[in-house]
Every structure is written in C-alpha cells, then in structure tokens.
C-alpha cells in the first residue's frame, strides 16, 4: 500500500506523480474504514484529500504553516503527518482529536473548532514571520460555509493591504461563491497564473514606472484590465479588495492543485485560490447524504447506517416537536438559526412555516441582532443554537438584546459536556457568561416535559430568556413531578432534612441517584430542581438553610459565574446556617471522550458527588 510509504511529514513527496490517485483512493478507504468505528467528520474530510495531498506536496511541514478554518476537515492532514496509528483511539478520551492541536503535532499550527477563524490566524502568523524576519509560508484553508461569518471579511479586509505572500485557499464544497462562467475565463486565468504571464507584467509595469507618465499609464492598464476581468473572471469581489484571485480549480486533480498553489506562492499579497470539491467524494452514501456525515456516528460500511439504533427522543427532538406545536398555535413565532437546521431540530419548522424560518448562515452575531430586530418589531424570536457557538454572540445578547429588554427566546441545545469534539465544542461557560448580563433570564429543564413546559413559559415571557438543554436522549424520569413553571422558583420534589441537593438541569438526573445512595447509607436528603438559574429562588435557598446543614449545588457548568457560586454569595449575604459545596466543572478546558468518562474524569458523576457529599456532611 502506498499509505505505508508515508510515515512522517513529507514522506508523501516521495509517492510517483502517477500513483497521486490511487494514494487518494486508499486515503479515502482508510478513512471511511477506520470513522465507521470510532465516528466522527467524515463528509468534509473526503472532499479535501487532494486539496491537502497538494499542501503536502508543496509545503515543508512543518516550517511551512497550514491554518484548518473550523478544523474537522484535518483528517487527511493528520494522516500523511505520520499520525496514522492515532485513528485507533480518534475522538476518545487520552486519544488523537479530530481536530488541530499544537500539543499534538507541530504539523498543527494552530488550535481550531469554531468557524470563520482562520484567516484571521493566518495572517498573524504572516505579520510575526514577517516581523521576525523569517521564511515559510502560511495557508490558511476555509470552507465556503464558513464566509458567511462576518470574521472573515474582517480578515480579509486586512489581508488586502498585505505586500507579502499569504495563500488563503476557498474549498468550495457547494458552488455557493460564484460559478464558472466559460472557457474564456479560464484561458484568461491560465495566463494571468502562469509564470511567463506575471513576468512580463512585472517587468512592462516596471517600465512604464520609469517614464515621464508611468504612474498615470500604470493606473489606466489596471483600470481597462480589471473592467475586462469583471466580464469574465469570476471572483471579482476578492480582486476588488486587492486580493490576488486564482481559480476555479477543480478539487479533485492534484496535478492543477500542485501547479497553483505553486503559482501563489510567487504572488507578494494576498492570494485566494477558490477550489471546487465535493463533500463526501469517493464514498456514494456520504455523496447522496452529506449533511448526514458532517459528523458520523460509528456506521456500517456497506449501506451507510448508523450502527447504533436510535430509540429514545432526545432534547433536541424534543425541542423540534414543541416548536411545530408553538408555531401552529401563534404565528408571531419565528425561528432563527445559524446554519444548523438540523442539528439544532428547525428543519420541520422550516419545512411548515418557511416564511416565519431564517438560517443566516455560520453568522452568530448577526442571528443574534437579527432575532432583536425581529423583536423590536413585534414578533416572538426562537434563537436555536449551540453553547459552545452562541459565545460567539456574547456582545450582541448583551447589547442588542438585553439592554432594550427584549423577548428572545434563546434555545440552547449542547450545553453541558457534549463528549469527542471536545474543549471547542464543550458548553460549560453559557450559565457563567449568560448570568453576567442584566434582563437576562435562565432556566434549565430536569426532563424531556420540562422542557416543553420551559418553552411555553418562554413564548409568553416578555423579557430575554435562555433555556438550555443537553446533547443526548431526553430523560424521562420524574415524570410524576410536573408543577406549572413559575418565574425564578425552583421546583420540590423530595423534601426531608439534613442533606439538600438543589440541582440545575440535566443534573437532577445525578442528583436524583446520589440522594439514592445517601439514603442506603442511612442519611435523609431533599431533592430540589433548581429550574431557574437566573434568576436563583432566594426564597428556596433560606428555606432549605433552614432545616439542612448542608447545601449541595450541583450544575454541568464551570464554577466560576456558575449557579452554585451565586447560591453562595446570596448566602453569605444573608449569612445564613448551612453550608454550602458545590458540584461544578472545574475552571478549565475539558478535553474529547465519552460523556461518561469525562463526568467521572472531572468528579461530577454519581459515584464521586455521593463521596464527596459523605466527606463533607462528616466534616459540618
């Protein structure tokens, strides 16, 4: 096989140019072979194996830098950098992520996971090269997806004014820039890339300079030649920026990848490569079903079926059939996401009431203040988007949202620990970031009833309101428990003395087994459902103070600006009789594993809550 030739970086330049397609094809087959076991993004990375086969070949790695925007598609790349042997234990917990990390490799030049980040990156690995007087290359690779991130045309805005070589390379997987528009373009853009062609322009423009009317005559060459290139090259808006445009290219031929990155690399500027790729190429289910295999659970080979069967709803299931319900019965209810239909449950809404549905594109910030001016204009926005994204968007919640008091319905699904994306993709800070902002209100559901519940309260709140919900099946538990949600109370469920467990969300769950376990060691012990984070149920608090010596928070939230430090400081001020421990995350980064592992790994699972609990009511 010609992937056992590869080893270490730049082992791939000693593959035969003729062998260039059958190395994709085993690419290809070890890809698709090794993440129907482990899972993960598969789509992406099979439309860019040549793209980056050509980086490799080009590039010195790792002096040369290649900067993944978003990061999923670095499968390929952490295959021919010699970290075959890690796509055994890709995804798991202590194993090789599925994205890039410095820590990793030094072929990683920078850590990504959000999108629209990496020109922005490139080009300040270009100014500190620069800066320090060094030579290599920097690449920086985005996804046509990722451009409707406002980021991005900072970035490029810029890059423009560079005199110094950056490539930024478009992999264009859905034709969504431009098309191309016939053979002339491509004769003309075959001149203006070849070597011959920036020569003698560099040479004629160097002339022209040196008479008595150079700079003049220069600037009507440019003026007639870039009105020409406005009827046939595609691409304009990047040369109209001052950024060097080179392409179409077709994707999938290493041979024309290799000859324009080449060509790049002798532009003084900024440079843009718009490459054309098919997501999920080589591999018939991920080509028919692309959105399916962005992030692939552990499949069958053969048909494309996920292995696991999906039995249980899970919250965002949940949240998909309440807003079908909501939308039907009032149509000032609109939905808002940012390029996530699916993932985030909107797709029927989309497909019943299109004209109340919005996908804005990876474009947070503008989803935000978009669903603001919806608003302001006397509708109900539903904002469905991720935690880890919605952080994105802190300055327009805070700003555009909550200053004029406006009633936003954010939905944010994936809060907590969502597992093998790991710390780009945990959403452990939004009750942390969210609590800092005044009119903003916070509730989380214990179940899958709450949470429908949760949403109907919210249509008819007139304020901000987050309710955040986890990745993952629904649990059905405590169904017996249903009383109306009210504004900021908590909800009891077992009340005795002793021991309280006021817990947030999904950990009621876990509370729920922990007061379990203390009672077989002999011990009484109150279950509250916190409900509402902000803002906290001040009159619960007392009341449990009252008759419990022992406090116990417990949130999937970081501790710093989480629930349980406000439930502290609120008795501190009060000065009340019970102790209080909280059950947080700690204040760091969690990395990729099985959600599971990463709860007893950071000491909020059932097992380790029950002893510290123990530990600390034999101290009080």
């Not at 072979?33 to 080009?58: D, F, P, Q």
Request: glycine share 8%; proline share 4%; net charge neutral.
């Amino acid at each position: 096989m010609l992937l056992d030739q590869i080893k270490q970086p730049n082992d791939i330049k000693k593959i035969s140019p003729r062998d260039y397609p059958a190395l994709a094809a085993e690419i290809r087959e070890f890809l698709v072979n090794k993440i129907s076991v482990t899972g993960g993004h598969l789509g992406s990375n099979l439309g860019a194996v040549e793209l980056t086969m050509a980086l490799h070949l080009v590039l010195d790695l790792p002096k040369d830098k290649i900067v993944w925007d978003v990061g999923h598609q670095s499968y390929t790349h952490k295959l021919l950098t010699g970290r075959r042997e890690g796509f055994e234990h890709l995804r798991k917990y202590g194993g090789m992520s599925g994205f890039p990390k410095r820590k990793e490799s030094d072929c990683d030049s920078f850590d990504t996971g959000h999108s629209s980040t990496s020109i922005s990156a490139g080009l300040g690995l270009v100014k500190a090269r620069d800066l320090r007087g060094e030579d290599f290359t920097v690449v920086s690779v985005i996804g046509d997806g990722s451009l409707t991130g406002g980021m991005a045309y900072e970035a490029l805005n810029n890059a423009a004014r560079l005199e110094t070589n950056f490539i930024i390379i478009l992999n264009d997987n859905n034709m969504s820039i431009s098309e191309n528009v016939g053979g002339v373009s491509k004769y003309l853009n075959n001149i203006r890339t070849s070597n011959a062609y920036l020569d003698v322009k560099d040479g004629i423009y160097y002339a022209i300079r040196n008479t008595k009317y150079g700079e003049p005559v220069v600037a009507g060459i440019r003026k007639a030649k870039n009105s020409l290139k406005q009827l046939v090259i595609p691409g304009m808006f990047f040369e109209d920026m001052g950024i060097t445009y080179l392409g179409p290219v077709d994707g999938h031929d290493t041979g024309a990848l290799v000859r324009v990155i080449r060509e790049a690399k002798r532009r003084k500027n900024a440079v843009l490569i718009h490459v054309i790729t098919k997501k999920g190429k080589g591999y018939l289910p991920a080509e028919k079903h692309p959105a399916r295999f962005h992030g692939a659970e552990p499949f069958d080979v053969q048909t494309g079926v996920p292995l696991k069967k999906k039995m249980k709803a899970n919250y965002t299931d949940i949240f998909s059939t309440v807003m079908m319900k909501l939308g039907q019965r009032n149509d000032k209810i609109v939905a808002i996401t940012a390029a996530m239909p699916d993932g985030t449950g909107l797709k029927r809404f989309s497909h019943a009431y299109p004209d109340r549905f919005f996908d804005v594109g990876i474009a947070e910030q503008h989803a935000v203040t978009f669903a603001a001016g919806l608003a302001a204009g006397g509708l109900k926005p539903v904002v469905a988007i991720y935690s880890s994204f919605l952080q994105r968007a802190y300055d327009q919640i805070l700003h555009d949202v909550c200053i004029q008091n406006l009633p936003v319905i954010f939905a944010i699904d994936r809060a907590g620990l969502v597992g093998s994306d790991g710390e780009t993709h945990q959403g452990i800070f939004d009750l942390s970031y969210l609590s800092s902002i005044p009119n903003m209100h916070i509730c989380a559901p214990k179940n899958k009833w709450e949470l429908s519940d949760m949403l109907k309260f919210a249509v008819n709140f007139n304020a901000p309101i987050a309710i955040r919900y986890p990745r993952g099946e629904a649990y059905d538990g405590l169904a017996q428990f249903r009383a109306p949600v009210e504004y900021g109370k908590a909800e009891m469920i077992y009340e005795e003395e002793g021991i309280a467990l006021l817990a947030v969300g999904s950990m009621v769950k876990t509370a729920e087994r922990v007061r379990e376990s203390l009672k077989e060691c002999g011990l009484s012990c109150t279950l509250v459902n916190a409900r509402f984070v902000k803002p906290i149920d001040e009159e619960m608090v007392e009341r449990l103070s009252v008759s419990h010596r022992l406090i116990v928070t417990m949130e999937e939230n970081v501790e710093s600006g989480g629930f349980g430090e406000r439930v502290r400081t609120f008795a501190d001020e009060k000065e009340l009789p019970a102790e209080i421990l909280s059950i947080t995350i700690p204040d760091e980064y969690v990395e990729h594993g099985n959600v599971e592992l990463l709860k007893k790994e950071i000491g909020i699972d059932e097992e380790t809550v029950t002893k510290r609990v123990l530990e600390e009511w034999n101290r009080v």
